[in-house]
């Protein structure tokens, strides 16, 4: 089984031409023949590197605006044949093929053509198709040939040439694996953007989802499962994915996947005061508003600090020296802001293991797009859940109306009780919440839940009374019975929102009604599982 395979004849097509000059000195001094097409042909003589034209090999011109000029026996027999075959042998010399023992292909920008916004007849012209095919040819016959997609591998290729004169097995089998990856996700992109932006079809009969891996992790929901983080092959909405970390230990997927629910939440909140965001296992357990980061910060500590012990922090804001010393003060995973000063920067500096996770931005809780389940045997596929409330969109449906500052916290609540995971229930006051239940079989455990939070924040805080007396009650979706009012209604609540939608609203409305609320309906509910 051949194993160092020499190479002699090089085709080289690129419209990436970055390093060109720097490959082309690799393949000259290895004595490797340059063969180019149209543009990529014109630079290397420009660099003053001997280059021969495919058309003078193939014995046809370039056509049609160079949509025709690889696709020839010439090229696909000088690739596709296997060189210890007597037959493939015998028919390339009938034919007169010559041997290509190296491609180096880039191909036609689509994604770039599509992010920069070009009209469609630009787009479909940057469909590549002579590289794809030399691509898929040579790759596929790497027992023989060696392909280049990228061109990260032109240094291990110098050093190949340097070592040999040629290229080894295991190096051109990695490159043929990169190189089927390459085309898969790039005819995978042209096949959604005909899905998905030139035929609008939110949900086509095939659908393709591709990633580049970014990083390894430190391990996934547990220590013996692997885990890896893969982006988003094209444009990409500002998230933890992207975000720069400035300091601590390896991400783990657990790390990952908190810092996103936290920084989904408080995007809810880029635009107004100061916020932060304490989540743990996907739920948040503490969220305010406040006139500074640290006041905001303290009052979302206070909601439930046993919880915020090793959880995740998010802020709207350029984050503070205040803010980070006092985070610092208790043990905290991870932290995610749009920025940091450099005070701020020097505070966690003194914590080693806390990850700096600093975005640039946040994602828009309106924006579109589709979020993706795997389940045994295939995968869920549904709209994001982008819906948001405004105060003309709100029922009052009890005899009491809500006052200004019990309308506030209401919505307040809402906001919080989107990125709560059902059944959710949340209460708030004053710009922050005063108690989360979050995952329960049912509605009144969660409102329960809550409650007990609330009433061992007031003891840890030495406050007078819980601040559930007198807050606003958020739950995701309707109380299918009155129990669950009822719950809220002993922990002090004064103002309800909730979807509606019940068989029992009735019964629902008139417990309110007799407790002396106010209760709205928004007719959206949110779940989240």
């Not at 004595?31 to 003589?45: F, I, K, N, P, Q």
């Not at 949900?203 to 499962?225: C, M, S, W």
Request: hydrophobic share 45%; glycine share 8%.
């Amino acid at each position: 089984m051949t194993d160092i395979v020499p190479i002699r004849r090089a085709l080289v097509s690129l419209s990436d031409k970055s390093s060109l000059d720097d490959l082309a000195k690799a393949l000259s001094g290895a004595g490797v023949e340059l063969v180019s097409t149209g543009g990529t042909a014109a630079m290397l003589r420009e660099l003053g590197h001997e280059v021969r034209d495919i058309s003078d090999l193939t014995g046809f011109p370039e056509m049609m605006d160079g949509r025709v000029k690889t696709l020839h026996p010439k090229v696909h027999g000088g690739l596709l044949a296997v060189r210890d075959n007597a037959e493939h042998v015998a028919a390339m010399e009938e034919h007169g093929i010559g041997a290509i023992d190296l491609v180096v292909v880039n191909l036609y920008p689509f994604e770039a053509t599509v992010a920069k916004g070009s009209k469609r007849d630009e787009i479909i012209e940057n469909i590549d198709i002579g590289g794809p095919s030399m691509v898929r040819s040579a790759a596929k016959n790497h027992q023989h040939v060696a392909i280049v997609t990228d061109p990260a591998d032109y240094a291990e290729l110098s050093a190949q040439l340097a070592a040999h004169r040629g290229t080894d097995l295991a190096f051109r089998r990695r490159l043929a694996a990169k190189a089927f990856a390459r085309t898969a996700a790039y005819d995978s992109m042209i096949a959604s953007w005909f899905a998905f932006a030139d035929q609008q079809r939110a949900y086509p009969d095939t659908r393709f989802i591709v990633g580049q891996k970014a990083q390894e992790l430190r391990y996934g929901e547990n220590p013996h499962q692997k885990a890896s983080l893969y982006l988003p092959m094209g444009p990409a909405t500002p998230g933890v994915a992207q975000a720069r970390q400035v300091q601590g230990k390896k991400l783990s997927y657990n790390n990952l996947n908190d810092a996103n629910a936290a920084l989904e939440l408080v995007a809810e909140f880029r635009e107004a005061h100061p916020t932060v965001v304490i989540v743990k296992h996907a739920n948040p357990c503490g969220v305010a508003s406040a006139e500074t980061l640290l006041d905001a910060w303290n009052a979302a500590l206070a909601c439930d600090s046993v919880s915020a012990f090793g959880g995740i922090v998010a802020v709207n804001r350029r984050l503070d020296g205040p803010t980070a010393e006092a985070i610092c003060d208790i043990f905290t995973e991870v932290v995610v802001a749009p920025d940091a000063d450099e005070a701020a920067i020097a505070a966690f500096g003194r914590k080693k293991n806390l990850r700096l996770l600093l975005t640039g931005g946040f994602p828009d809780p309106a924006r579109g797009g589709q979020t993706v389940a795997v389940i045994a045997g295939g995968l869920l596929i549904q709209d994001r859940d982008n819906g948001t409330l405004s105060r003309d969109m709100l029922k009052v449906v009890t005899r009491r109306q809500p006052t200004e500052q019990e309308l506030i916290d209401c919505l307040f609540a809402w906001t919080v009780a989107k990125h709560v995971k059902s059944n959710a229930i949340v209460y708030a006051k004053d710009g922050a919440t005063a108690g989360i239940g979050a995952g329960q079989m049912n509605r009144r455990d969660s409102a329960r839940i809550a409650a007990i939070k609330a009433r061992e924040a007031a003891e840890t805080n030495a406050w007078a009374q819980p601040r559930t007396v007198g807050s606003a009650v958020a739950s995701d979706a309707f109380f299918p019975f009155a129990d669950g009012l009822l719950a809220a209604v002993e922990a002090g609540a004064t103002a309800v929102i909730q979807p509606g939608g019940s068989i029992r609203d009735d019964e629902v409305i008139a417990a309110a009604d007799a407790a002396g609320l106010a209760m709205m309906f928004t007719g959206m509910r949110h779940f989240r599982h």
